[in-house]
């Protein structure tokens, strides 16, 4: 089992920036790992997603804007956010996946943190 902890989110006015972290309980290394996020009477999306190997794919509305990344060594996923709009305002949630033999798929999630961008 594998604890996902988000931290960063807060506040910000169109145009700012945030950076969010998500920290797990355990090593990273073997995980792809997501952010997704879920808007008022929204359904949760995709934001950005890093593989193992280190490979990035963004959602189209934020691409430009947000650049995720990861540290193994920290356990550690990011996700900086910059030319916030409002329309970015949801909570955001840390995502790590992998497939093993025999055990099949592990998925988990964070908790979220709240992102809120308003004037």
Sequence with gaps: QVQLVESGGGLVQPGGSLSLSCVASGTISSFNMNWYRQG?????????????????????????RFTISRD???????????????EDTAVYYCNSNRFRLPSGRENYWGQGTQVTVSS
């Design 40 to 64: 008022p009477g929204q359904q949760r999306e995709l934001v950005a997603g890093i593989s193992i190997g280190g490979s990035t794919n963004y959602a189209d509305s934020v691409k430009g």
């Design 72 to 86: 193994n060594a920290k356990s550690t996923m990011y996700l900086q956010m910059n030319n916030l709009k409002p």
